[in-house]
């Protein structure tokens, strides 16, 4: 391809980026510092003082505790299931990836159900010790720690198994051979080559947790969060006078807050020695006790990542309103799905969803389509900022992406071809898609470096056009990566609570807001949409596995 053509699509790139990331962006620090007089410092006066203070501090220390919970969990997860061999490792490394298959709002209705005064664990511990009210329930802070610590758990699980998987193994022979122990070779080689993974976990999970909405909103209502604070002083009942201007502040500092975390995080990822294997390793095999051991570790741990979708499958066929004090529910029913699939209203919520989420999804596979040739072909050092703007959205909260688009086009601007798009159905794809280029853009420029550019070369000097050699070569090779990314951005979309719920209208109000609005008086009911959810997310996972074998075949 010419050079110059490069310079033709970049410039398209950069006006879709300026259009709808940086411009709501640009449109939300000019309100943080606006007001009918002027500029002024107010808003963050305001965000400085009393409730908004306190919501900014427990979302800080919540994120950082939630980091170490999940740390606690995936990091021992994975030196567990990927540097020894046993029965059922395989199995159980699978299952490690189950909070994935679960949507946050389904996973707070599951914990909400086990851990809080009418759920199972209080209800278990009644029974056992033979008292009159449920004891050991959890709520508040505490439980979105533990909500946040199980969600977040499998991104130091997946990233340190990765690097586990592709150590170099001669190092530790190496090291063995000259009598270090298993402690020197951990903390000398091991954990050294652990810590990029480990950095990057950490700022995935600490971003996720400032911007976690459903947790905290539902869970610990009467603590004040940095991400319910922007809803609540805009959207909650009893509100005259929205504060946008505080809610822009609020924004702006929480933006900054994970902002300033991914850079310590990349600081700190930086140091790792992270080194990559020459050659194939089998896993050393555990016996006797040792292995007996690991087993039962293994198959614990595994059904605690389990264990809130086993439930919630429980509740979804029970008859809720017969379940009083006992432990199990005494009668089971198929009523939560007949009066699901009985009706057109109740099944509009999962259209709705699996529409816009279509939407989202092509839109975005496009958009990441065009920035990651530009990123990885053009060799230009300009798309080096392609690459930070479209990976801007993951260092933002939900909650200020959502935010900044709803005040961005609450009027009619260009890009928007000068119609109002918070007055309409379009805002939430829109935020669907801006929130999930992240996540597609990564795996295609990955894809497209490992390939070999001499092949197009090759195919253009013999006269092939530049649509023969994307249909025949570069999207051939880059087809397992499109699909992992369609996927991911589809269920990603499907799941989706805090854009959904700050933007959603009557219209067109998605699944999981449907969810949490019967929640209330409808438990069983909103368990059953729960489960439908779930299976899905695990269709649309099973799809792409089916894929990547069909391509491996053909």
Not at 70 to 92: D, E, V, Y
Not at 319 to 326: A, E, G, I, L, N
Not at 425 to 434: M, R
Not at 462 to 469: E, H, K, N, Q, Y
């Amino acid at each position: 391809m010419k050079h110059s053509s490069w310079y033709y699509f970049g410039a398209g790139c950069f006006l879709l980026i300026a259009a709808y990331i940086l411009y709501p962006l640009a449109a939300l620090l000019w309100e943080s510092f606006h007001t009918e007089d002027g500029l002024t410092l107010t808003h963050y006066q305001d965000a400085f003082s009393n409730d908004a203070l306190m919501g900014i501090w427990n979302s800080i220390w919540v994120s950082v505790l939630s980091t170490l919970g999940a740390a606690c969990i995936g990091f021992p997860a994975s030196l567990l299931l990927q540097t020894r061999t046993f029965p059922g490792r395989k199995l159980c490394s699978l299952l490690m990836f189950a909070p994935l298959m679960l949507p946050p709002l389904v996973g707070m209705f599951a914990f909400w159900l086990l851990i809080t005064d009418i759920g199972f664990f209080p209800k278990l511990f009644q029974n056992i010790f033979g008292t009159e009210r449920p004891i050991g329930a959890m709520g508040g802070i505490a439980a979105v720690i533990l909500v946040h610590a199980y969600s977040f758990s499998v991104y130091f699980y997946a990233l340190c198994s990765a690097t586990l998987q592709r150590r170099d193994y001669a190092l530790i022979e190496a090291a063995r051979s000259l009598g270090a122990g298993f402690w020197r070779i951990f903390f000398s080689i091991t954990l050294p080559q652990l810590l990029p993974s480990l950095a990057s976990a950490a700022a995935l999970t600490f971003m996720m947790s400032m911007g976690s909405f459903s947790a905290p909103y539902i869970l610990a209502n009467s603590t004040p969060f940095l991400s319910v604070l922007i809803y609540e002083v805009n959207f909650a009942e009893g509100v005259i006078e929205p504060q946008y201007g505080l809610a822009a502040a609020l924004s702006v500092i929480g933006a900054i807050i994970c902002t300033v975390f991914l850079i310590l995080a990349r600081r700190w990822q930086d140091r790792g020695q992270a080194r990559r294997g020459t050659q194939q390793f089998t896993l050393p095999e555990l016996h006797a006790w040792p292995k007996r051991l690991a087993t039962t570790a293994a198959c614990v741990l595994t059904f605690f990542m389990l264990l809130p979708q086993l439930y919630i499958t429980l509740i979804a066929f029970c008859d809720y309103p017969q379940w009083d004090t006992s432990l199990l529910p005494p009668a089971y029913t198929l009523d939560n799905y007949q009066s699901i699939f009985n009706s057109d209203s109740a099944l509009a919520p999962i259209l709705n969803s699996g529409f816009y989420s279509f939407i989202a999804l092509i839109v975005c596979m496009l958009w990441s389509l065009l920035a990651a040739g530009i990123i990885v072909r053009s060799k230009k050092r300009w798309a080096i900022g392609i690459d930070m703007c479209m990976m801007l959205p993951l260092a933002l909260p939900g909650t200020v992406i959502a935010f900044s688009l709803l005040r961005a086009f609450s009027v009619a601007t260009p890009q928007t071809f000068f119609v109002v798009l918070a007055h309409g159905v379009w805002l939430l794809p829109l935020a669907y898609c801006i929130r999930c280029l992240p996540l597609a853009l990564r795996p295609l420029v990955l894809a497209l470096e490992s390939s070999d550019p001499s092949h197009e070369e090759a195919a253009r000097s013999l006269g092939a056009s530049p649509m023969r050699c994307l249909q025949t070569i570069i999207v051939p090779h880059m087809w397992p990566a499109i699909i992992a990314a369609s996927i991911l951005v589809y269920v990603t979309c499907l799941g989706e609570f805090v854009a959904s719920f700050m933007l959603y209208r009557h219209a067109n109000i998605p699944i999981s807001v449907y969810m949490y609005q019967i929640f209330q008086s409808g438990i069983a009911k909103a368990a059953a949409y729960s489960v439908l959810l779930m299976l899905l997310m695990l269709a649309a996972s099973g799809l792409q596995q089916l894929l990547k074998r069909k391509q491996l075949v053909t």
